[in-house]
């Protein structure tokens, strides 16, 4: 019986080393386990590369948070060293804000403000000057061309469009300007030819056609002034001698 116990032992032994060998060759035993587990700490570890692909901006994946660099930007624009929008604001230019540098109101020259005279003269022929000073307290302008009318007449005399100033006419307090009245065609070709015995300056203001505040009335020669078909005014000149070329 202790033979039996011998032989079962020494088989028993011879089972326990085949098995161990098995596990060896297929990788799947104890000695396997244990070999893996240095290549698993050495990963963990092994500090990894940063990776300089660049993103789908063309920005390296491994690029500081640009929120970062917004925050210092905000702060240099704080402190005066940013863009130069930010001094450009500071510094300012005044206008619009009734700064002695900003643009003035416009003040139409007219019969409230101005005295106006209309009288003919000998050259050129079949011409009348009409002369506009300023009696007022400040700056005024003369934009476009008198509105003449005589008597209840019911169209308007064309501009002589050559006269047109490079800039609107202004007028200082006691400063005159001029334009000219082509009265009549001189070698008779014009039409309706009458004698008109009261005459009605009208102003433009800051738009062609529109009204610049009160017309004046000069006055006439006693035996009034005779027009035709003719009829033309200039656009208000700083020259008499510029009123008097057309």
Not at 30 to 40: F, K, Q, Y
Not at 60 to 86: C, L
Not at 133 to 140: E, I
């Amino acid at each position: 019986m202790r033979t039996s116990r011998l032989r079962l032992l020494a088989a028993a032994g011879i089972t326990l080393a085949t098995l161990s060998l098995t596990a060896c060759q297929d990788g799947t035993g104890t000695a396997d386990e244990g070999s893996g587990r240095p290549d698993a700490t050495a990963t963990a570890d092994t500090p990894t590369a940063p990776s300089s692909k660049p993103s789908a901006d063309g920005t390296p994946s491994n690029a500081p948070s640009q929120a970062g660099a917004g925050t210092d930007g905000d702060k240099a624009s704080s402190n005066g060293s940013g863009s130069g929008s930010g001094s450009g604001k500071e510094k300012g230019t005044g206008q619009g804000k009734g700064s002695d540098d900003g643009p003035r109101t416009f003040a139409a020259c007219n019969g409230s403000n101005t005295t106006v005279t209309a009288q003919p003269v000998s050259r050129p022929v079949n011409h009348m000057l009409i002369t506009v000073k300023n009696t007022g307290g400040k700056l005024c302008d003369l934009t476009y061309y008198p509105v003449l009318r005589f008597d209840e007449m019911q169209w308007v005399p064309q501009p002589v469009e050559a006269s047109k100033p490079q800039a609107v006419v202004s007028l200082n307090p006691g400063e005159s300007a001029y334009a000219g009245v082509l009265l009549s065609a001189a070698d008779g070709s014009g039409d309706g030819g009458t004698t008109g015995q009261k005459l009605t300056v009208g102003f433009q203001g800051r738009t062609p056609n529109s009204s610049g505040g009160p017309s004046a009335i000069p006055s006439l020669p006693a035996k009034g002034v005779y027009y035709d078909s003719s009829l033309a005014v200039t656009y208000w000149q700083q020259s008499m001698d510029d009123a008097l070329t057309y």
